[in-house]
């Protein structure tokens, strides 16, 4: 049986708690349980007159995160719809400043790099910087960028286990000076990215023989049509044991922590409570749980809100 993503952090999670009712009496205001459990979202019927649409762009973790932003909104008794499937980033924020949709989940080096193009190098390497900076951007289109996640889902180069043991490489600048015989894989938006490939390029100093379009960057992997691969880091596939990363020694890669984006009039009709709700369900998202997560739709084959949904009551947000 597979490890629930709670089940990673028990340990933790209940020495931490300890230690917290030692020293503040318990504090949490409520909202957590003993043994890292959450007390389950109230139902406000107050919300039931407040409609929210809901996307996502469209791979894995934001089919899960857009699932468990809105099964927990609905939860909470608003009135959401789904569009959780909108496309590529530069569609989905798109669709969310016309508003075709009123959120979805958008990370903060994306964001900066894509969105507003500063350079990868000039985004802070802080999360909370990232997000300040990210924050302040939106606000010029009336977009509100909600607390971020404590996951990171990053860039990282990598390789299947044989490729890697062929290449005797473990950091990027180790496979630096290989490129030029290696084709590297990636989605297609990656190809122009200056956060992705242009740019790791330049900070490397690499020339890749051949960059490999690709929606299915494992499949190309696997099927050696390509010996690189751009992954990220709570990708699913990764719990498998079958794949290697190279650290990014240089720092390249900016923080790619989720923030939940919403038009500042969707916000507004929302109310604070939202936001709670919101800041609540992605508190234990951990890079390691977000991985298991993710795991459970592309390696164990289940749909992304029947994982949404268990996670919700495995963390005890409902019931």
Known sequence: MRR???????????????LALAGCGGGGGGQEQAGGRQ????????????????????????YVLGEIYSQALEAAGYDVDKQLNVGSEVLAFKALREGEIDAYPEYT??????????????????????????????????????????????????????????????????????????????????????DCFVGIERAYDMDFKEFVASENTYEVLDQDEADIGFLFTTDGQLATGKYRTFRDDKDFFPPYNVSFLVRDQAARSLGPEAQRVIERVQRPLTDRAMVELNSRVVVDKQRPEDVARQYLREEGFVR
Do not use: H, W
């Not at 407040?50 to 894995?60: E, Y």
């Open 4 to 18: 629930s993503a709670v089940s990673y952090l028990t340990a933790l999670v209940v020495s931490v708690l300890s």
């Open 39 to 62: 007390e389950p979202i109230a139902r406000n019927p107050q919300n039931a007159s407040k409609k929210v649409t809901v996307g996502a762009k469209n791979f894995t973790e934001q």
């Open 109 to 194: 080096g994306t964001v900066l790099t894509n969105f507003y193009r500063v350079p990868a190098r000039e985004v802070p390497r802080d999360a909370q910087e990232a997000y300040a900076e990210a924050r302040k951007r939106l606000r010029t289109d009336r977009v509100t960028a909600m607390p971020i996640t404590p996951f990171d889902n990053s860039y990282v180069l990598g390789a299947t286990r044989k490729t890697a043991e062929r290449l005797r490489a473990t950091t990027t600048s180790q496979l630096a000076p290989k490129a030029r015989d290696l084709r590297i894989t990636g989605y297609p938006e990656c190809r122009q990215r200056l």
